[in-house]
């Protein structure tokens, strides 16, 4: 039944993405679109199938290699060759002139020996094709982490753009109040023109917060690879940003054991040392077993030659050796064991840098949980301060100066959180990310 349902899912997909289309993604549909449309996965599968290919090409080096050779010559005239002969009244012709010539030979060739080439090149390629497979996870891992990352952005963005629509009513409440003050002498006209001012800001933001939902919009649907004007629209669902104890040795450890870039890295060393092994093969001989089968007119092994088909055969065994070629073989082995050594030190390089992006991601998740904590509570406390002040505005108690102080103060506190949440969802997502979760 899911295989069915995704099925049908890619069918959807793949009826594309028309302008203007509206949509409404939670973060899983949205890694999935993706997927699908992901010209960097294409490639990426592409490599995985060329490599699997390779091995076949390698693998096919060890069987008998059939050829089949054909030809056609035509021949310029000459004069027969003739011989005297004692005692003969006229010269003896050995043989006739065969202006044409047809040849079809059938060979066959069985490597026997090659220095252990065949086998070390195969196992390369082996090693590659688990090197791509891992990349290519690698590769959807990074996506997914891209795609997420702009999810919540635009999330962050959305919310951002709701707390200025409130602010803004908020403000433009207090503007119709304070006239009504103003009319019964309980407010001055500077005061009304302070609350317009802070209701222009206020204004300005939301048209800011909109168009920033646009830019979130159009970075999401670029990801997406759909349409940049598509109207997506996003649904999260149930927002948990509650974490079990996190422990950094625990996660550097495993982050070594789960991390696909090592696992690949260590495939590609592996493949390094085959290649090794594959040059070092020069320095041996190479043989194979041989047979071919004639059929030409004329053929060469019948003397005289005659106009007409015969068919010959030999088999043999032939060895190449290269006794000297001016160090060539010993270069090129030179050059393969400074690439080994050159995946050793990136090997230790990725090492260390997988543990300073774990040992980054989480300190920055350890501060952002303490971060939403505190922003939470200064949201609280500037609600409580805002009520209270327009409570005491409301009777006059309090002025406009405290009131646009008040819903600054609220609003700044609201933004705070919403980034403080958003950016400790982020924060998660790249956690998981360099431990070597899957994000997808």
């Not at 076949?56 to 027969?80: H, I, M, T, W």
């Not at 090129?332 to 040992?359: C, F, H, P, S």
């Not at 200064?378 to 006059?396: C, F, G, M, P, W």
């Amino acid at each position: 039944m899911k295989i069915f349902l995704n099925v049908i899912f890619i069918l959807i997909l793949s009826c594309g993405f028309t302008s203007g289309q509206n949509l409404n993604l939670t973060p899983e549909e949205s890694v999935r679109i993706s997927f699908q449309n992901s010209n960097d996965l294409k490639i990426s599968q592409s490599k995985i199938t060329s490599s699997k290919a390779k091995i076949s090409e390698v693998k096919s080096q060890f069987l008998p290699q059939l050829r089949l050779n054909a030809g056609y010559l035509r021949q310029s005239n000459v004069d027969p060759y003739l011989i005297i002969i004692p005692f003969s009244p006229e010269p003896v012709q050995l043989s006739e002139v065969i202006l044409n010539n047809y040849s079809v030979v059938l060979s066959l060739r069985q490597t026997l020996y090659s220095g252990g080439k065949l086998l070390s090149l195969r196992d390369l390629a082996q090693l590659t094709s688990q090197s791509e497979e891992l990349d290519f996870n690698v590769a959807e891992n990074d996506l997914a982490a891209k795609v997420l990352n702009a999810y919540w952005n635009y999330y962050k963005a959305l919310q951002i753009k709701k707390t200025t629509d409130e602010i803004v009513l908020q403000t433009e409440q207090h503007i119709i109040d304070t006239r009504n003050f103003m009319i019964n002498g309980l407010a001055t006209n500077s005061d009304v023109l302070k609350l317009e001012v802070q209701n222009s800001n206020a204004k300005l933001q939301q048209l800011e917060a909109a168009n920033n939902i646009e830019l979130a919009r159009v970075s999401f649907n670029k990801i997406l690879g759909i349409p940049l004007d598509s109207k997506t629209e996003i649904n999260p669902g149930e927002l948990n940003f509650i974490t079990d104890n996190l422990d950094l040795n625990a996660l550097t450890k495993e982050a070594m054991e789960n991390r696909d870039e090592l696992k690949s890295l260590e495939y590609r060393i592996k493949a390094s040392d085959e290649n090794i092994s594959a040059v070092k093969s020069g320095y041996y001989p190479y043989v194979s077993l041989y047979g071919n089968v004639y059929y030409q007119n004329p053929n060469l092994r019948i003397q005289p030659p005659v106009d007409e088909f015969n068919t010959t055969w030999d088999v043999g065994v032939s060895l190449s050796w290269d006794l000297w070629n001016w160090g060539n073989t010993s270069s090129q082995v030179r050059q393969a064991e400074e690439t080994y050594k050159q995946g050793k030190i990136t090997y230790d390089q990725l090492k260390d840098n997988i543990n300073l992006e774990v040992n980054q991601n989480y300190l920055n998740v350890v501060y952002l949980e303490e971060r939403i904590k505190v922003s939470k509570k200064n949201i609280e406390l500037a609600e409580d301060s805002y009520r209270v002040i327009t409570e005491k505005y409301n009777v006059q108690l309090a002025t406009s100066t405290e009131i646009t102080d008040a819903e600054t103060s609220l609003f700044q506190a609201k933004i705070n959180y919403i980034a403080a949440v958003v950016d400790y969802k982020i924060a998660l997502i790249k956690l998981n990310r360099s431990t070597g979760n899957k994000l997808y």
